[in-house]
Structure formats: structure tokens, C-alpha cells
């Protein structure tokens, strides 16, 4: 079985600062994917970033980066120059060649002006 | 339309009622899926289709029902439900081969 843990319930950062949340997964398999998602107050889940596993370079989309240590099972997202819109759910997400995704239980991040 | 839409995106029903849920994709994409988000859990697999056949389960009580008639739909038809099925129900789509799942805005749902 695979599980995901997000051991931030809550994190909040200042505007413009860099913000970093955890994720650790556990699975026996070799091959997967690693997810961030963002769920705004509309609910609505985008994609931040994801990584594949049998890839070592870190993935990286504008200011969102992710440090990807595999032999660790960790998985962790920077935010970097935080915007307010930043604000939101954040959900880190492991997925095997089955199709089963699996979620973590979500970071809320609060950006302060 | 773009990307995933889902109607209603709220619902108010009774134990004793029947409704449906809908998910369309307008990304071409051939595998479909329905999530469930409570309260304070993580989202939780439901059900998955690829190329229009199921595969995954995951011992949903038989009182949701899925049907995928084509890979552009998918439904969820409501039976007799409890008021612990109260959630947030989030269909996504994807393409096979390529892992990224792209959701709809969901469906809340309150059963009273």
C-alpha cells in the first residue's frame, strides 16, 4: 500500500518571503509519480508541479520548486516569492501505474501581506 | 467549455431521493475518475475508467454507481445515501500513458 503524509496542518508565510512544506510517502514500488496540487477557497484542484521518480533533476515551474529525495521518500515544495494568491489547500499526491492516486491530508498555507 | 466541467456543483438531497451527478471532459482524454473529499481526510479514490472500461473500486458502497458511456462522461448515480456521504465529489480525467490528472470545480453535496 501506498500512503502520503503532510505533517503541516498549517503553514503561513510573509509576501514576497519563501515558504517550504513537507510531504514523505511511502511505497515499495520504483516506479511513480509525485503530485503538488493547490485547491483554492473555489475548491477547485490545479496542478502545481509533478515529478517522476526515476528522474534525480528536481522539477521546477516558476517560482515552485520541489526537493526530491528519493532514498528519503520525501518530496517537499518551495514556494518562492509568495504572492497572495499563493493562499490556499495544498496537497501532495503519489501515483503508481495502477491509476491510484493517493493524497496527503493538505497543507493550508495563509500568505500575510 | 475547457478543461473538466461537473454539474450541479451543489446538491441538497434526501435519504430516500435518486440523483446523478455529471463530469464531462473537453481535454480528449481516454481515463476518468471520481474522488471523494470529506471534511479533515484526504481525498479518497472512488472509481476509475480507462478507455471506457472500469478498473478500480475500492469498496465503494454499492449505494454509488458509476456509468461511463463514453470517455468524454461520466456519471455518478446517487441511491439512498447516508448523511456521512456528505462531501465534496471531484471527477478528474487524464490521458493513458501520461500520468497528470486534471480535475472539475466538484460537486457538494448535503444529504439530510
Known amino acids: 500500500a501506498q500512503t502520503v503524509t503532510q505533517s503541516q496542518p498549517e503553514m503561513s508565510v510573509q509576501e514576497a518571503e519563501t515558504v517550504t512544506l513537507s510531504c514523505t510517502y511511502d511505497?515499495?514500488?520504483?516506479?511513480?509519480?509525485l503530485f503538488w496540487y493547490k485547491q483554492p477557497p473555489s475548491r477547485q484542484m490545479i496542478l502545481v508541479i509533478r515529478?517522476?521518480?526515476?528522474?534525480?533533476q528536481n522539477a521546477t515551474e516558476n517560482r515552485f520548486s520541489v526537493n526530491f529525495q528519493k532514498a528519503a521518500k520525501s518530496f517537499s515544495l518551495k514556494i518562492s516569492d509568495s504572492q497572495l494568491g499563493d493562499a490556499a489547500m495544498y496537497f501532495c499526491?503519489?501515483?503508481?501505474?495502477?491509476?491510484?492516486?493517493?493524497f496527503g491530508a493538505g497543507t493550508r498555507l495563509t500568505v500575510k501581506p | 467549455e475547457t478543461g473538466v466541467t461537473q454539474t450541479p456543483r451543489h446538491l441538497v438531497m434526501g435519504m430516500t431521493n435518486k440523483k446523478s451527478l455529471k463530469c464531462e471532459q473537453h481535454?480528449?482524454?481516454?481515463?476518468m475518475y471520481w474522488y471523494k473529499q470529506s471534511a479533515k481526510k484526504p481525498l479518497e479514490l472512488m472509481f476509475v475508467?480507462?478507455?471506457?472500461?472500469?478498473?478500480e473500486n475500492n469498496s465503494v458502497p454499492s449505494r454509488f454507481s458509476p456509468e461511463c458511456p463514453n470517455s468524454s462522461h461520466l456519471f455518478l448515480h446517487l441511491h439512498t445515501l447516508q448523511p456521512e456521504d456528505s462531501a465534496l465529489y471531484l471527477c478528474?480525467?487524464?490521458?493513458?500513458?501520461?500520468?497528470?490528472?486534471?480535475f472539475g470545480p466538484g460537486t457538494r453535496l448535503l444529504v439530510l
Open positions: 515529478q517522476e521518480a526515476y528522474k534525480q
Open positions: 478528474a480525467s487524464s490521458q493513458v500513458g501520461e500520468e497528470t490528472q486534471y
Open positions: 499526491a503519489s501515483l503508481l501505474n495502477n491509476n491510484d492516486m493517493r
Open positions: 511505497t515499495s514500488e520504483s516506479d511513480y509519480y
Open positions: 481535454l480528449g482524454h481516454n481515463a
Open positions: 475508467y480507462s478507455l471506457e472500461e472500469r478498473v
